[in-house]
């Protein structure tokens, strides 16, 4: 899929030269992925204490 954007030059390029990649589209699309994986990791953090606990987990159990 083809799509023209305006993006900030200047960014682009930090982002260019901070990830190591060769092209504008690498960049682009290292940097949508990474922005997914967060959005999706603070769905995930959301959910901490709000699952019931299993009374009869024994986390010591598994550090011997």
Same mark, same amino acid.
């Given at each position: 899929?083809?799509?023209? &954007?305006?993006?900030?030059?200047?960014?682009?390029?930090?982002?260019? &030269?901070?990830?190591? &990649?060769?092209?504008?589209?690498?960049?682009?699309?290292?940097?949508?992925?990474?922005?997914?994986?967060?959005?999706?990791?603070?769905?995930?953090?959301? &959910?901490?204490?709000?699952?019931?606990?299993?009374?009869?987990?024994?986390? /010591?159990?598994?550090? /011997?």
């Amino acid at each position: 899929m083809s799509t023209n &954007l305006s993006i900030d030059s200047d960014l682009l390029n930090e982002a260019l &030269l901070i990830s190591g &990649l060769n092209t504008n589209k690498d960049t682009v699309n290292q940097a949508l992925m990474e922005f997914v994986q967060r959005r999706k990791q603070r769905e995930i953090t959301a &959910l901490f204490g709000s699952l019931p606990q299993d009374s009869g987990y024994d986390y /010591k159990k598994g550090r /011997k």
